[in-house]
């Protein structure tokens, strides 16, 4: 294959493990790689953007392999895809990749994503991207995903990549010769029990720490044909799971359904 410009970002940061292993992967491929991801880890900001201060970017070279231009950015995923494109990159990439991120990105949890958002960037600007997720937050051999996340983009790309067309790759926590085969599939409906954990600070005063846990289910799923698994039970099965999103959120069920305006007219 022709050698790509691969623009690489992520929400871990900057020193996270699998960042740099899938920009390692992308450059041993013979991809023309450069990385703008946060300086620090910005997970779970979904698409926000910073407004009232302004950004910073500081190369980071030194943390990659030889040939790879990287830069530490301030901001938040969705900042650094933005800065990288309209700002520090003299052309746009041929492919986005955001990733590898420390943990599952699946079903409706994409909405709060730092990596999807970073990825869904791209997509807003009519660029072929990926999310790439390994699906395991103690995980760390992240060799595995990124070989797979390569050949992904490679194949997709080689096939007529279409407009619009976000991929969600989510690996399981095991080695390539462990995982079972890659399959297309759809979002789950990701739902969590005791969202919240109060404590009570030296002073008196009662906070509150996000720690839900997710509920297994592996069969509730949203759009999509039915009989392509869930993303989650995919990952259950110990199989990488490549899940098609796209930026249009109109709604998709009958329009008769929708409320009455008649009272309000």
């Known amino acids: 294959m022709t050698p790509l410009r691969i623009l690489i970002s992520n929400d871990d940061g900057v020193f996270a493990d699998g960042i740099r292993t899938l920009a390692a992967a992308a450059a041993a491929a013979g991809h023309q790689v450069t990385v703008v ?3 620090q880890e910005r997970s779970a900001t979904g698409h926000g953007l910073t407004l009232q201060t302004p950004l910073r970017a500081e190369r980071a070279d030194e943390l990659f392999e030889p040939g790879i231009k990287a830069w530490a950015c301030s901001g938040t995923p969705a900042d650094c895809m933005k800065l990288a494109l309209f700002e520090l990159l003299p052309e746009k990439p041929d492919l986005v990749l955001s990733g590898i991120n420390h943990g599952p990105n699946l079903g409706t949890d994409v909405f709060c994503s730092g990596t999807v958002a970073a990825a869904m960037e791209g997509t807003l600007e009519g660029l072929p991207a990926m999310a790439v997720s390994s699906a395991c937050f103690q995980w760390r051999d992240f060799q595995a995903a990124a070989n797979l996340a ?11 990549w ?48 996000l720690a839900g846990e997710a509920v297994e289910d592996f069969e509730s799923g949203g759009d999509g044909p039915r009989d392509w698994p869930t993303d989650v039970a995919q990952i259950q099965a110990n199989s990488p799971s490549l899940t098609p999103i796209q930026p249009e959120l109109f709604w998709r069920g ?10 309000i007219n």
């Open 150 to 160: 390569i050949q992904v983009a490679e194949a997709a790309l080689a096939d007529q």
């Open 37 to 39: 991801c946060p300086d």
């Open 162 to 209: 279409p407009i619009n067309l976000l991929l969600n790759l989510n690996v399981p926590p095991c080695k390539h010769e462990a995982m079972g085969k890659l399959s297309w599939t759809r979002l789950s409906i990701r739902r969590y029990d005791e969202q919240f954990s109060p404590r009570v600070d030296p002073r008196g005063r009662t906070y509150y720490w």
């Open 254 to 263: 009958g329009l008769a359904s929708l409320p009455s305006l008649e009272p």
